[in-house]
């Protein structure tokens, strides 16, 4: 559901430099058209009897809810306007020092995922506390997403998984709420 909702994010979202790539993350089996996501497994194999999918949390396995499509399309164009509000909040500077991470291949996954975490939490410590905490964090984690891969496209693939991982880690509750609600 994470990556569903990162996807319809980047649809949405106004000033995505990148947009005619996106159908590259289906073809790269990166993204499942959404009404597979419920018969695919942890390794992306489709489901054939009927079990739902889910994901391992501290060892213990997790059953993703039933998602929709036109509430992930609605919650997703919600955070792409908000997250066109904070566009401007993010600095070239974190986005450079984000690229230069994303372009270093020595780095491994979770030290990637660490460099996003470091640069959403620099970032939402000056977004208004009107904002809640939970949603400025992830919007800004999808701002960041789209802002790396509109300067170096080609990165695409690899920042749309970074982010997908970071949120899966640190927002999963909160998007599962965000979708039930």
């Known amino acids: 559901m994470e ?19 996106l159908p590259s993350l289906r073809s790269q089996g990166v993204v499942y058209p959404l009404q597979d996501i419920l018969y695919c497994d ?4 489709l489901q054939t009897d009927g079990n739902r999918s889910g994901h391992f949390q501290n060892g213990e396995q997790v059953f993703d809810p039933e998602v929709n499509e036109e509430i992930v399309r609605t ?9 066109d509000q904070l566009d401007k909040e993010v600095k070239a500077k974190v986005v450079n020092d984000l690229v230069q991470h994303f372009l270093n291949e020595n780095l491994s996954r979770e030290e990637i995922t660490r460099c996003l975490s470091q640069a959403v939490e620099v970032l939402a410590r000056a ?9 400025a964090m992830l919007v800004l984690a999808m701002v960041l997403t789209k802002k790396v891969a509109n300067k170096v496209p080609f990165l695409l693939q690899r920042v749309f998984s970074t982010t997908v991982n970071y949120i899966s880690q640190h927002f999963h509750g909160y998007v599962a709420r965000m979708l039930r609600e």
Not at 75 to 83: D, M, S
Request: proline share 2%.
């Open 3 to 21: 990556r569903m909702l990162l996807f319809a994010f980047l649809e949405e979202s106004s000033g995505c430099e990148f947009k005619e790539q």
């Open 42 to 45: 942890s390794d992306g194999e």
């Open 75 to 83: 919650i997703a164009a919600q955070l792409a306007e908000i997250g």
């Open 127 to 135: 977004i208004p506390s009107d904002l809640e905490r939970e949603k």
